[in-house]
């Protein structure tokens, strides 16, 4: 039986599929020649990430295809209903990477409090001729300990992202409307832990209370963060987006940061991608990454075994 990974897969995932007894195939194949290429080699199994999607017209036009998989939490860039109304098994890996995102967060956060984000943008250029300006422009940073982080979605990865900061000693305001509560084990190197539980307070009340706000819910509708959203938040604070390019106004925001209500912003995920605004990455309040919040060696190599065990008890 055969799967292909057209957005690639780790290479442990590639052996594990492999020690499984499925032909695992990775060639990137450009979307509109994928149905020929499914149908051409007798493919059982397609596995995407962000870049592939998976329609309807791809589904109906492949009739032996089986499964399909997303490495990876959202899966927006499949129609996961109309596949599972056509028999076929859709899975993801929502633990995966988990993680991962959370770091990327905090790696934003840190570099945001630190202005890294644009001094690494003109330490290079004007470093050896205005030392001392640059010096004095970035002097006015933060520290992150005893402030508070306000997230928006509190499942997996925004449970990841709350260890972190109760890990650094910040405040924790979480909002998500199918949860009440949650307890979050903030992990030590030692082996010791400790359960810290979590309310969650109402939406209104997260933008409200945080320095900054991060935003962990999948693909909407309509922006979560929108202008009266970022108008409700504090002044000076920081908004981070590492969930899904469209839940933040991104006009909005560059509204807000325009006129100093924010301070900064971080963006991973763009409405445009691969071709995000360029008033987005010109902007210097704005710290950027071109979506790569799973992309670690080590979220991948989850992400990989992940699909090939769930793989192996549906299809095997």
């Given at each position: 039986m055969k799967i292909h990974a057209n957005d690639g897969i780790s290479q442990s995932g590639v052996d594990a599929l492999s020690d499984f007894g499925f032909?695992?195939?990775?060639?990137?194949?450009?979307?509109?020649?994928?149905?020929?290429?499914i149908n051409?080699?007798?493919?059982?199994?397609?596995?995407?990430?962000?870049?592939?999607?998976?329609?309807?017209?791809?589904?109906?036009?492949?009739?032996?295809?089986?499964?399909?998989?997303?490495?990876?939490?959202g899966m927006d860039n499949i129609d996961v209903a109309y596949a599972r109304e056509k028999g076929l098994h859709v899975i993801n890996t929502p633990a995966a990477s988990s993680s991962s995102v959370a770091e990327l967060v905090f790696a934003h956060l840190f570099g945001a409090v630190r202005f890294l984000y644009d001094s690494n943008r003109n330490m290079p250029l004007e470093g050896d001729t205005k030392f001392k300006a640059l010096k004095k422009s970035y002097s006015g940073g933060t520290e992150l300990r005893g402030k508070t982080l306000g997230i928006i979605g509190f499942g997996r990865i925004g449970q990841a992202t709350a260890k972190i900061a109760l890990g650094l000693g910040m405040d924790v305001a979480a909002y998500d409307p199918f949860m009440g509560e949650a307890t979050v084990t903030v992990d030590f190197f030692n082996r010791q832990s400790i359960d810290i539980n979590i309310k969650t307070c109402s939406f209104e009340e997260v933008l409200v209370q945080s320095d900054f706000v991060t935003l962990h819910v999948p693909a909407q509708d309509k922006p979560t963060m929108g202008?009266?959203?970022?108008?409700?938040?504090?002044?000076?604070?920081?908004?981070?987006?590492?969930a899904r390019g469209g839940v933040v106004d991104e006009q909005a925001l560059v509204n807000a940061l325009e006129s100093k209500h924010l301070s900064f912003a971080a963006i991973d995920t763009f409405v445009n991608e691969p071709t995000p605004a360029i008033k987005l990455l010109m902007h210097p309040s704005i710290s950027l990454t071109p979506h790569i919040g799973a992309a670690?060696?080590?979220?991948?190599?989850?992400?990989?075994?992940?699909?090939?065990?769930?793989?192996k008890n549906l299809l095997g």
């Open positions: 032909t695992i195939t990775t060639t990137n194949v450009a979307q509109e020649q994928l149905i020929n290429y051409e080699n007798d493919i059982s199994g397609i596995l995407v990430r962000s870049a592939t999607t998976v329609r309807k017209e791809l589904i109906d036009a492949c009739p032996d295809l089986k499964l399909i998989g997303r490495g990876g939490v202008a009266a959203e970022i108008a409700k938040m504090k002044k000076g604070a920081g908004l981070i987006n590492a670690t060696n080590e979220a991948q190599d989850r992400i990989g075994t992940e699909l090939a065990e769930q793989i």
